[in-house]
Structure formats: structure tokens, C-alpha cells
């Protein structure tokens, strides 16, 4: 018997316990759809799976139709099931994406493996078809690209530079505005640790470590240092994310350019010794007071 040293065959010592116990697995495999065809393509077996998957019962098909049932018309065009057996004779399996239908005429991808079955003598009897429906995966994983694409718009959407990284501190997405940012390409930019884009890399690590702590940091200076050495001022935020059991899964973090608020905050600082210049400058006393008459500022000649 092919592949009976697979088989501990003193474990069947009664007529039927290996009948019995091959049904078993058939009617306990649900998730595969497992069919059994004469050379011809007519239904000799059907699992419990391929009821649930195509709503046949086994006494609507066995012995009665054909495999080419189980598939949509465009299907069976592509690939007749006579070339899937042909194949699986020469090569010893065909395995494909194919377009299956159920009782009710819905219509899913599956994905098909046909092998051929022999006899004690070598002699080719029939094809086992394995059937798993791949809708639900189909649909997942189209969702998961929709989330993904929707995700991404967000980060390219935002005017600041964007950024996750793993709980240590390794970048592991970024934004268009990061590689502007910092003159890095993303290929050089994801896998680096943040701490080497900032020119003071000790308190760059220290933002994480509170963020880590804290959950999040609000407003915290940093200098990007761009790949050219330009030193340019951000306020940054960085938060937490977690993964969909809630495990940490790293920092997130949004750095908005402040060069010309610095800027602005240095004309203020100049502006005000200006006028504290102008005052001290006077030799007069001079005293400024508010509506109430409260004094706010004197100079230096009038104390």
C-alpha cells in the first residue's frame, strides 16, 4: 500500500477500523473541502466540508455528477478539469486560484489542489480534489490594504514630519515630510534609531523614555540635524500606540519646524532691549503706570 509506512496499521487489527477511521478524518476535516472523482470526473466522495462549503449533500452528488459542477463557466474555460487531472497525473499535483460556485450560485475563489489516488497495483482510479475557500482571507486582507491606504493618507496629509517607532527607539515609519525634514531618504531613514536625527542625541533618548513612561510628551524642544549638518529647531509631540491586544507597540511622533517662531521670539527679545535701552538711556525719570495708576515699569533715573 503507497504510504502505509505512515501508518501504524497494527492499530486497525478488525475488518473496517481503517475505513472507519479514514471517514473519521474526512467528516472531521470542515475548513477543506475534500472530493473524492472517479478518472472521469464523477463524484465518488464528499466530506462534511464540502457540504458546508458548496451546500451540496452527499447524496446530491455522489455517484450522481460531475466536478465540473463545482466550478463558475469562465472557470472551466481557463482550465477544464480534464487538463487539472491530466496535469496532476504528470506531475503528481495541480494546484491554482479558481472560481468555484455553490448550490446557490454564489460565486468565491478557492484555492484547489487535484492529486491522483491509486490502487495497490499502481493503477490510477481516481483524484482527490482539496478545496479551501479563501473569501474571508480575500476580504481581510483587501481591508487590511484599505486601513493601510487610509493610514498612509493620513500621515502624507499632515504639514508636520511624522514618525513611529518601535518601543526601543528604531524608526519604523515615516513621512514625505521627514525625508524633507531631515534631507534622509526613507530607506535610510526606517530602521535607524530617531535619536541619531536630532543633534542632541542623549535628550532626544530622554523624550522616548518619558513618552514611554508618561504615555506622552507635549511641546518638547529638539534640533533635527539634516544630512547636510543644518540645525533646525522643532517642537515635538510623542505618544504611545498599542497593538490590537493592547500590547505597546511604540512611540509616535509629530515634529513641527519652529525656525521662524524662534525667529520671531528673537525680534521680541531684541525689541524689548531696545526699548528698555531707550528708556535707561533718558535722563529724565520716566514711570509707566496703568489705568488703575498702578506703576509697572520705572527706569533707572526715576528710582
Known amino acids: 500500500m503507497p504510504g502505509s509506512q505512515r501508518i501504524d496499521l497494527s492499530m486497525f487489527r478488525k475488518d473496517g477500523d481503517l475505513k472507519e477511521f479514514f471517514m473519521t478524518i474526512l467528516e472531521a476535516s470542515t475548513e477543506y473541502a475534500l472530493i473524492g472523482t472517479d478518472t472521469n470526473g464523477r463524484i465518488v466522495l464528499w466530506n462534511e466540508g464540502a457540504r458546508l462549503n458548496y451546500g451540496y449533500a452527499p ?3 455522489v ?11 469562465e472557470s472551466l474555460k481557463i482550465t477544464p478539469p480534464k487538463q487539472r487531472r491530466a496535469t496532476a497525473l504528470k506531475d503528481g499535483k495541480w494546484e491554482g486560484l479558481v472560481q468555484h460556485r455553490r448550490r446557490n450560485q454564489e460565486v468565491f475563489n478557492a484555492q484547489l489542489t487535484v492529486i491522483p489516488w491509486f490502487n495497490a497495483l499502481q493503477q490510477v482510479r481516481g483524484f482527490l480534489l482539496i478545496a479551501k475557500d479563501l473569501s474571508e482571507e480575500i476580504r481581510l486582507t483587501e481591508e487590511i490594504k484599505t486601513k493601510e491606504f487610509y493610514n498612509r493618507s493620513l500621515l502624507e496629509a499632515n504639514i508636520d514630519a511624522l514618525v513611529t517607532t518601535d518601543p526601543l ?14 534631507g534622509y531618504t526613507r530607506r535610510e ?39 547636510d549638518e543644518q540645525k533646525i ?12 491586544a493592547g500590547k505597546l507597540a511604540g512611540v509616535f511622533a509629530a515634529a513641527r519646524v519652529v525656525t521662524e517662531q524662534k525667529a520671531l521670539e528673537q525680534k521680541l527679545r531684541d525689541a524689548e532691549a ?15 503706570v496703568d489705568l488703575s495708576g498702578v506703576i509697572k515699569d520705572v527706569n533707572a533715573r526715576f528710582c
Open 59 to 61: 447524496e446530491e452528488v
Open 233 to 244: 529647531p522643532v517642537s515635538t509631540n510623542m505618544s504611545i500606540f498599542r497593538d490590537g
Open 274 to 288: 531696545y526699548n528698555r535701552g531707550l528708556i535707561e538711556a533718558s535722563v529724565d525719570g520716566l514711570v509707566m
Open 169 to 182: 527607539g528604531i524608526i519604523t515609519d515615516i513621512n514625505k515630510q521627514m525625508v524633507t525634514l531631515t
Open 63 to 73: 455517484g450522481k455528477s460531475e466536478s465540473s459542477i463545482l466550478y463558475t463557466p
Open 189 to 227: 531613514l526606517i530602521g535607524a534609531p530617531l535619536k541619531q536625527c536630532f543633534a542632541d542625541p542623549e535628550r532626544a533618548e530622554e523624550a522616548i523614555r518619558i513618552t514611554l513612561r508618561e504615555g506622552t510628551l507635549i511641546n518638547c524642544e529638539l534640533t533635527v540635524l539634516a544630512k
